[in-house]
C-alpha cells in the first residue's frame, strides 16, 4: 500500500487567511503569530517556532499552538509540528495538528511575508 493510500483525508477542506501579528527573531529561529477566522473554530491564533535546517538553506522545521475561540464560547487547542520550504519572500509550509476535538488535521500553508499574510487549507484526517 502507498503512502498516499494510507494517508486518508476527510473530503472537507476548509480554506481561510492569517494575518501575520508578529515576527520576533530567537538564536534558534524565529517565531511568528498570525491571527484569523475560519468557520467552525471562528477567531484563531497560531504561533509557530521555526527551526533552520543546519544543512539546507530555505528550509527546516517547526513546532507550534494554535488556540480557538467559536462564537458560541467553545475553545480549543492545537498542537503543531511540520516543515517549511522557503523561496525568498514566499513560503510553504505543511503541518499536522492534533487539535482538543479529537480531530487530527493536516494543513498546508502558503505564506507571502510581503504581503505579512497566510493562506492556510485544512482537512481532518480520517481515522
Known sequence: MSL????KLEDETN?????ITSITQNPE??????????G??????????????????NMGSFVGIGRTLAEDGVQHEGRRRGVYIGDGVIGTVYSLDDVSDGAPNFCIEQW????????LQFSRIEK
Not at 480554506?15 to 494575518?19: A, G, N, R
Not at 467552525?40 to 538553506?57: A, C, D, H, S
Not at 507571502?112 to 493562506?119: G, M, N
Open 4 to 7: 498516499a493510500d494510507q494517508l
Open 15 to 19: 480554506s481561510f487567511e492569517l494575518k
Open 29 to 38: 529561529g524565529p517565531q511568528v503569530n498570525a491571527t484569523g477566522t475560519v
Open 40 to 57: 467552525r473554530y471562528g477567531k484563531v491564533w497560531l504561533t509557530y517556532n521555526f527551526v533552520p535546517n543546519p544543512t539546507q538553506e
Open 112 to 119: 507571502d511575508l510581503s504581503k505579512e499574510t497566510i493562506q
